[in-house]
C-alpha cells in the first residue's frame, strides 16, 4: 500500500493534490508547524494581473512553534467578504464557478475559529475523486526524528511503501528506511497546462483556478501531471 503526507493549504497546491491522486492513503499533516508565508494559509489564484495571493489571518504573534492544527483564525477583520468578493470577480466567467459559488460561500460563511478544519472543509468544496484528509497526522505517534516518524507512520496505517517529492528525499535516511522494508517512491510534477482567465499562462496556482476552469476534468489532468518512480 502506498501511502503520502501532504501539507494542509488553502484551496491545496496542486502538486500537493496531485500527489494525493497517486496514493492508496493520503496523512493530512495536521501535526507539522505553521509557517508564515507559505501557502498554508495563503492561496495563489489569477487576476487581470498575475497571481495574487488570498490570506486568512491568523494568530502566530509570540505563537512560534504552533501546529498547524492548534493556528487560529484572526476574525477581527472581514477576510471572509473580501475573498468572496475577490473570487467572484475574477472567477465569474469560468466554465465551472456558477458551479461551486455557492458551496464556496457557505463554507466561508460559517464561524470558523480555528484554520485546519476550515482547511478540512474547502477541500470538500473542489470535489476530489478521492479523500484527501481521511487521516490527520496529530491522530499517529508524534516523533522528533523525520524518518523514525514516517517508519512509526507507515506501521500504523499498514503501509509498506513512500511516495514523497523528489526534494524532501535528501532530508529521509533511506537506507534505514529500506531496512525497515519501506518501498520509496519519488514524485515528479509538471504544472499541467489548462484554459484560464485573463491572457497568458500562470503555473502552480492553488486547486481553487483549475477546477473553476477545468471542473472535474481537473483530477485526470493531475494524475496525468505527475509521475511516480521507484528510488
Avoid at 71 to 96: C, F, G, M, S, V
Avoid at 122 to 137: D, R, W, Y
Avoid at 146 to 165: C, F, G, P, S
Avoid at 191 to 212: E, K, S
Wanted: aromatic share 10%.
Amino acid at each position: 500500500m502506498l501511502c503520502t503526507v501532504i501539507e494542509p493549504s488553502y484551496f491545496l497546491r496542486q502538486d500537493e493534490c496531485a500527489k494525493a491522486l497517486q496514493a492508496d492513503v493520503v496523512i493530512w499533516a495536521d501535526s507539522f508547524s505553521f509557517r508564515r508565508h507559505s501557502t498554508i494559509n495563503r492561496a495563489a489564484i489569477k487576476t487581470v494581473h498575475g497571481a495574487h495571493w488570498l490570506t486568512i489571518p491568523v494568530l502566530s504573534r509570540g505563537l512560534s512553534g504552533q501546529s498547524i492544527r492548534e493556528t487560529r483564525i484572526q476574525n477581527q477583520e472581514d477576510w471572509r467578504t473580501a475573498h468572496l468578493k475577490t473570487l467572484e470577480i475574477n472567477y465569474h466567467l469560468t466554465p465551472w464557478y456558477d458551479a461551486l459559488a455557492d458551496k464556496i460561500a457557505a463554507v466561508l460563511q460559517k464561524p470558523w475559529t480555528h484554520l485546519n478544519p476550515y482547511l478540512q472543509r474547502q477541500i470538500k468544496v473542489l470535489q476530489p475523486p478521492k479523500p484527501i484528509c481521511a487521516v490527520g497526522s496529530s491522530e499517529l505517534q508524534p516523533h522528533a526524528d523525520r524518518t523514525d516518524r514516517l517508519i512509526a507512520w507507515m506501521r500504523q496505517m499498514n503501509a509498506d511503501a513512500y511516495l514523497v517529492h523528489a526534494h524532501q528525499v535528501s532530508l529521509l535516511d533511506v537506507p534505514r528506511l529500506q531496512h525497515s522494508g519501506i518501498g520509496l517512491y519519488v514524485f515528479q510534477f509538471a504544472a499541467p497546462v489548462y484554459q484560464q482567465a485573463f491572457a497568458g499562462y500562470v503555473p502552480h496556482l492553488a486547486m481553487i483556478d483549475l477546477v473553476c476552469n477545468e471542473g472535474p476534468a481537473s483530477y485526470g489532468l493531475l494524475q496525468r501531471a505527475g509521475r511516480v518512480q521507484r528510488l
